[in-house]
C-alpha cells in the first residue's frame, strides 16, 4: 500500500482543500444509517456527487459558497430532492429518506440509474422491490422467478438461476448480511416472496474482499422494515378459474404483508406470508392421470429494534414449506414414476449494529439456517428408462438434512485523509456446516423400443452418511479516493476450512475513474482471486452407495457384469478450487437520465474439484476395498481430482431510463460463452457412462436480449408493464438405450427462446381503500419454449420437444391499503 501511495503521490501530487465542505449524514424512517446512497449536488454549473459510507456519512468539497440543489437516492427508498444556502468552511446537515413502497401519488420514486457512481469499481445492478412487482413475468409472487430480469441472470429449463455463466452455487445469496444458500446444494432454494424485499443488489465477478465463496458474484437481499404507521397490503386472494380439460382452480399464489410499530419511534416490525397452491395438468396424458397438486407457504419476519440511537439491533426469521405429491409429472414421466416430495427450512438471523462518532461501525451478527427433504417414491419397483420416457417406480427413497451457524464481524474503520481520502473495513466471518442423509436406491433399467432390457443398475452399500465443515475468513480492504474523479479499492481476503485445510489467500483490486472534462462518465476494472465453498455434497459422494450395472445382449442373456461404479477420494489434501476474475466497464450519463452501460467479464476456472474416471487412464489400478473380490469388474471408478477447468467470457450493453413517478425501462444485450471440460456432474444419481465431458455448460446461451419496463399512459392511473426476452437455445445432450452419450457433450440445443409478457394496470380509489388491478397475457405470441425434450436415440420420438410455457391470460388483484 506504501509504494501505491507514493506512485499516487507522485502522479496526481497533494488534493487542494475547497473552502466549502458538506458533512451530511443519511438515515432512514426509523432512525438507521442508509449506506451506499448517491448524493449529487447542483448548482450555478457545477455538479459534485458521493456516496453515503457505512454509517450513512458523506463529504462534500464545493470551491465556493451559495444555494445548491441536493438530490439524494437510493434503491429502497424514495428520492429526495431539496435545497441547502452553504456557507464558507464546514456545513452540517442530516437528510431522512422514506421507505419505497407503492404508492398513487404523483411522486418520484425510483432511484435513478442513470447516475454514475464513482465509489463502485465492480459491475452492480440494483433494483428495487417495487420494480420487482411492476415487471410481468411468469409466476411473480417468488424471487427467484424475478431474478430472470437481471442482465446476466439466467434462469434454465428446471428453474435454476446462474449469474454471469456459473452454476447456481457459485453465486453467494445473502438475506441482511448473511449466507442463503442451502447447506448441502449451495443453490438458492429458499423461497422469498417479492413483496418481501425492499431491495436487491447484484454485483457480478469482482465483488468487494467481505465477499467470497462465489466466483460468479454476490446477490444480496434486502427485506422490508416497518415505520411508525402500520400498513398493510394483500395480493391475489381471490382464487382463479382455469379451463384446462375443465373448469378447476389454477394455480392461486394469495400473499399478505404486514408493518408498523412494536413501539413507535423505538422498534418496528415487518411480516410477508407468502402461500401457493399449484395445480398442474398435463394436456397429453389421459383423463385422470394427467393432474397433480402442490402446496407451498413461507413467512419472512423483519424486526429493527433501536437499543440506542446509535445501537441498532436487527432480529428476523424465514420458514418456507412444501409439500408435493407426485411431483415431476410430465408426458415422459407418468404418475408411478413420480416422487412425493416434502421439505422445509427455517433462517434465523440477529445483527447488531454500533454507531460509533468520526463515522465508525462495529457490527456483531450470527444466523442459524436448517433445512430438511423427503422424496418418497411410488413404490418399490425397478425404474425404467426407454426410448419412449420413463416407467415404474423412480429409484431413489431418501430423507436429507442440512445446516449452517454463521458468525459475522464488521469495523468500518473512520475515514480518514493521506495523499487522498481513505475508507479502512475489515472483518471476520466463521461457518459451520453439516449434512446428513438416509438414502435407499433400488434399481434402474434401460430399454430398447420393444423394451427389451440393455443395462440394468442395481445399488448396493449404506445410504447413510454424515459430514461437516468448519470455516473461517477475514478480510481487510481500503477504498482510497486518490481525487474526486479516481477512486483505488484494493482488499485482501483469506479463507481455511477443515476439508482442505488449505490457507487461501485472494487479493483484489480495482479501480473507477471519470476523465476530466467528461461528467457523468467512468471507466472502471479490476482483478479478483475468489474460491468456492468447499461443497458437502462433493465430498460425501464416497460415502454414499455405489452402483453394479449388468448388461444384456440382443437376445436378452446376461452379456457382461454386475460391473461396479464407485467414488473415492485418494489425496484429501487437494487444491482449493479458484478462479481468476477480469472486469472492464464503461458508463456514460446520456440526455434524459438515460445510463448506457458496457461491460467485458471473464471469469477463468482451475483445479475445479470433478470426478474421473480413472480406468480410462489406468484401467488396471484397482482400489484395495474390493481386493476381496475374486474377479472384480468395474465399469468406473471415480476418483476426485482438481482438473476441472470453465472459462466464461462476456460483452453486456444496457441501457437504462427512469421517467417521471415510477416508471422506467431497460433494454440489454449480453453476448457470452460458457464452457467447461466437466460439464456432467458424476454422481451415484446419475448414472450416465461419459467418455468425454468437455463442451458448454448446460446454461450457456451466446446470445440474449432482454427489455422490460413499466411504463405511463395518456389516462392517469393507468400504466403498461412487459417483459421481452430472446436468446439462445439452451444446449442438450444425445445417449443411447444404455445411457451412454453417443455425441459430444450439449452437442445440440433446444430452440430459441422468446417471451413477450405484455399486462395493462389500472390503480383505483374503492370503499376507502387504494386498489392495483392487472390483467395481460404470458408469452402473447405463444412462441413454443420447449423444456423437455427426447434425447434418446432411436426412440420414434427421438428429438421431439415438449413442455413450455404457452399463452395464458393472468389477473392480479393487489390491495394497497388507505396509503
Not at 319 to 338: C, H, K, Q, V
Amino acid at each position: 500500500m506504501l509504494i501505491v501511495s507514493l506512485f499516487g503521490f507522485l502522479t496526481f501530487g497533494f488534493v487542494a482543500h475547497a473552502d466549502v465542505r458538506l458533512n451530511g449524514k443519511i438515515t432512514g424512517e426509523t432512525g438507521k444509517p442508509v449506506p451506499g446512497a448517491r448524493i449529487s449536488l447542483r448548482g450555478d454549473g457545477l455538479l459534485e456527487t458521493a456516496i453515503s459510507d457505512p454509517t450513512g456519512a458523506f463529504q462534500v468539497s464545493l470551491p465556493k459558497p451559495g444555494r445548491v440543489d441536493v438530490e439524494i437516492e437510493r434503491e429502497g427508498f424514495f428520492r429526495l430532492k431539496t435545497s441547502l444556502e452553504l456557507a464558507e468552511g464546514a456545513n452540517e446537515a442530516q437528510f431522512v429518506l422514506s421507505l419505497l413502497r407503492e404508492v398513487v401519488e404523483s411522486v418520484d420514486v425510483n432511484a435513478n440509474p442513470g447516475f454514475v457512481d464513482m465509489d463502485r469499481t465492480s459491475p452492480q445492478v440494483s433494483l428495487s422491490g417495487t420494480t420487482l412487482l411492476d415487471v410481468p413475468y411468469p409466476a411473480t409472487n417468488t424471487l427467484r422467478n424475478a431474478l430472470r430480469i437481471i442482465p446476466g441472470m439466467v434462469q434454465d429449463g428446471r428453474g435454476g438461476v446462474h449469474l454471469h455463466g456459473g452454476a447456481e452455487e457459485q453465486t453467494l445469496y445473502t438475506l441482511e448480511g448473511f449466507q442463503l444458500n442451502d447447506p448441502l446444494t449451495g443453490r438458492f432454494e429458499s423461497r422469498l416472496s417479492v413483496e418481501s424485499v425492499q431491495s436487491i443488489d447484484v454485483t457480478a465477478g469482482r465483488p468487494p474482499a467481505e465477499f467470497g465463496k462465489g466466483s460468479s458474484g454476490v446477490l444480496a437481499v434486502r427485506s422490508r422494515t416497518g415505520d411508525d404507521r402500520l400498513r398493510y397490503s394483500a395480493t391475489n386472494f381471490v382464487p382463479g378459474i382455469e379451463y384446462q380439460k375443465s373448469l378447476m382452480i389454477g394455480g392461486w399464489t394469495p400473499r399478505a404483508n404486514l408493518s408498523g410499530p412494536w413501539k413507535k419511534g423505538r422498534a418496528w416490525f415487518s411480516d410477508s406470508l407468502d402461500l401457493q397452491f399449484v395445480n398442474t395438468v398435463i394436456r397429453d396424458l389421459p383423463r385422470g392421470q394427467d393432474r397433480t397438486v402442490a402446496w407451498r407457504g413461507s413467512n419472512l419476519l423483519h424486526n429493527q429494534i433501536n437499543l440506542t440511537p446509535s445501537n441498532i439491533l436487527t432480529v428476523g426469521s424465514l420458514f418456507n414449506l412444501w409439500y408435493a405429491p407426485r411431483n415431476g409429472l410430465s408426458i415422459l414421466d407418468p404418475r408411478e414414476t413420480t416422487v412425493d416430495r416434502r421439505s422445509r427450512q427455517w433462517f434465523t438471523y440477529l445483527k447488531d449494529q454500533i454507531y460509533f462518532r468520526r463515522g465508525a461501525l462495529l457490527e456483531f451478527g450470527f444466523s442459524y439456517n436448517r433445512t430438511y427433504a423427503r422424496e418418497i417414491p411410488q413404490g418399490d419397483g425397478i425404474y425404467v428408462v426407454s426410448p419412449f420416457g420413463r416407467r415404474g417406480n423412480y429409484f431413489l427413497d431418501s430423507s436429507r438434512r442440512g445446516g449452517r451457524d454463521q458468525w459475522i464481524t464488521n469495523l468500518f474503520a473512520p475515514s480518514f485523509t493521506f495523499l487522498g481520502g481513505h475508507q479502512l473495513k475489515a472483518g471476520l466471518d466463521l461457518t459451520r456446516q453439516f449434512y446428513s442423509q438416509s438414502a435407499r436406491r433400488s434399481g434402474i433399467e434401460y430399454t430398447t423400443a420393444d423394451f427389451t432390457p440393455v443395462r440394468r443398475t442395481l445399488f448396493y452399500g449404506s445410504g447413510q452418511l454424515r459430514r461437516s465443515n468448519f470455516e473461517t475468513s477475514s478480510y481487510i480492504q481500503d477504498s482510497w479516493r486518490i481525487r474526486p474523479r479516481l477512486l483505488i479499492e484494493a482488499g485482501l481476503r483469506q479463507d481455511w476450512d477443515r476439508i482442505l485445510r488449505n490457507w487461501n489467500f485472494s487479493p483484489r483490486l480495482g479501480f473507477a475513474w471519470s476523465p476530466f472534462g467528461l461528467e457523468g462518465t467512468k471507466i472502471s476494472g479490476g482483478f479478483a482471486r475468489i474460491f468456492d465453498q468447499t461443497s458437502l455434497r462433493v465430498f460425501s459422494r464416497p460415502l454414499d452407495q455405489y452402483s453394479a450395472s449388468i448388461y444384456f445382449g440382443p437376445d436378452g442373456d446376461i452379456a457382461r457384469g454386475p460391473a461396479l461404479s464407485v467414488y473415492c477420494i485418494d489425496n484429501p489434501r487437494l487444491a482449493s478450487p479458484r478462479y481468476h476474475n477480469w472486469n472492464l466497464g464503461f458508463e456514460h450519463e446520456l440526455p434524459m437520465s438515460i445510463q448506457a452501460r458496457v461491460n467485458l467479464i471473464q471469469r477463468s476456472g482451475t483445479r475445479g474439484f470433478t470426478y474421473i474416471n480413472r480406468l480410462l487412464s489406468h484401467p488396471d489400478d484397482l482400489p484395495r476395498v474390493f481386493d476381496n473380490l475374486a474377479d472384480p469388474v468395474f465399469d468406473a471408478i471415480y476418483v476426485l481430482s482438481t482438473q476441472r477447468a470453465d472459462r466464461y467470457r462476456a460483452i453486456e450493453v444496457t441501457l437504462r431510463q427512469p421517467i417521471r413517478q415510477r416508471y422506467e425501462w431497460m433494454l440489454s444485450y449480453t453476448r457470452s460463452r460458457a464452457r467447461s471440460n466437466a460439464v456432467i456432474d458424476q454422481s451415484v444419481d446419475e448414472p450416465l457412462l461419459i467418455s468425454d465431458n468437455a463442451g458448454p455448460l448446460p446454461w450457456d446461451t451466446p446470445n440474449r436480449w432482454l427489455s422490460w419496463g413499466y411504463l405511463p399512459t395518456p389516462w392517469k392511473k393507468w400504466a403498461v408493464a412487459y417483459l421481452a426476452e430472446y436468446r439462445t437455445g439452451f444446449p442438450f445432450s444425445i445417449q443411447d438405450a444404455n445411457g451412454q452419450l453417443v455425441s459430444k457433450v450439449n452437442e445440440l440445443r433446444y430452440p430459441a427462446f422468446f417471451e413477450l409478457n405484455l399486462h395493462v394496470e389500472r390503480t383505483v380509489f374503492f370503499r376507502k381503500q387504494w386498489w392495483a388491478i392487472r390483467g395481460g397475457f404470458i408469452n402473447l405470441t405463444n412462441h413454443r419454449n420447449p423444456n423437455v425434450i427426447n434425447n434418446v436415440l432411436g426412440s420414434p420420438n427421438f428429438l421431439k420437444a415438449y413442455g413450455g410455457q404457452g399463452r395464458a391470460f393472468n389477473i392480479r388483484i393487489r390491495w394497497l391499503g388507505k396509503q
